[in-house]
Antibody, heavy 120, light 110 residues
């Protein structure tokens, strides 16, 4: 059974960089059939897709966040990561990592989510 | 890219059927049969219930079904049960290889 687990700092100061990692177990991140996404949900609000990466390293980002987002993959550790720069209170959210199906985009496995608060 | 449009809330009585709509554009919902639906209970991660417009993952009740016409996709839940009370989100692949979610619909089972 595939499992995804987010980890990283739960508190980030304004203007700094948010960093999260998603560890994948029970399957290989190198499979060409899947993409690996980050999705967030501000408290009490809806889901927002942040971006995804293929095992090859090709990335696609939400245009509204593109200038601040970097997603990378570490195949040796079977994990992928998110960096979001110049954060503000508006970036406070539960951040999920998820596995997506290539060229169809649906997310079949999700991590449990991790709350990141931006505050001084 | 703009979020897909969903009603903020819907409600129904146990045993009834409800439909949740998801309206996009010709660059997302209308352009691909890659609409998916997710169910989210409070404090939990979303769960995939429909993919590629009308396909159910293994283990998902056949009370959930999906369809699409033009730029609007729909989720139908038949035989409403108390456990169906949750938030529901649609998502679509887009012409720029990105993904977009709907704003979410809160389902109340009265």
């Amino acid at each position: 059974q595939l499992q995804l687990q987010e980890s990283g700092s739960g508190l980030v100061k304004p203007s700094q960089t948010l960093s999260l990692t998603c560890a994948v177990s029970g399957g290989s991140i190198s499979s060409g059939d899947y993409s690996w996404s980050w999705i967030r949900q501000p408290p009490g609000k809806g889901l927002e897709w942040i971006g995804y990466i293929y095992h090859s390293g090709i990335t696609y980002y939400n245009p509204s966040l593109k200038s601040r987002v970097t997603i990378s993959v570490d195949r040796s550790k079977n994990q992928f990561s998110l960096k979001l720069s110049s954060v503000s209170a508006a970036d406070t959210a539960v951040y999920y990592c998820a596995r997506g199906r290539v060229a169809a985009g649906y997310f079949d496995y999700w991590g449990q989510g991790t709350l990141v608060t931006v505050s001084s | 890219q703009s979020a897909l449009t969903q009603p903020a809330s819907v409600s129904g009585s146990p045993g009834q059927s409800i439909i949740i709509s998801c309206t996009g554009t010709s660059s997302d919902v209308g352009d691909y049969n890659y609409v998916s639906w997710y169910e989210q209970h409070p404090g939990k991660a979303p769960k995939l219930i429909i993919y590629n417009v009308n396909n159910r993952p293994s283990g998902v009740s056949n009370r959930f079904s999906g369809s699409k016409s033009g730029n609007t996709a729909s989720l139908t839940i038949s035989g409403l049960q108390a456990e169906d009370e949750a938030d529901y989100y649609c998502s679509s692949y887009t012409s720029t290889n990105t993904l977009v979610f709907g704003g979410g619909t809160k389902l109340a089972v009265l």
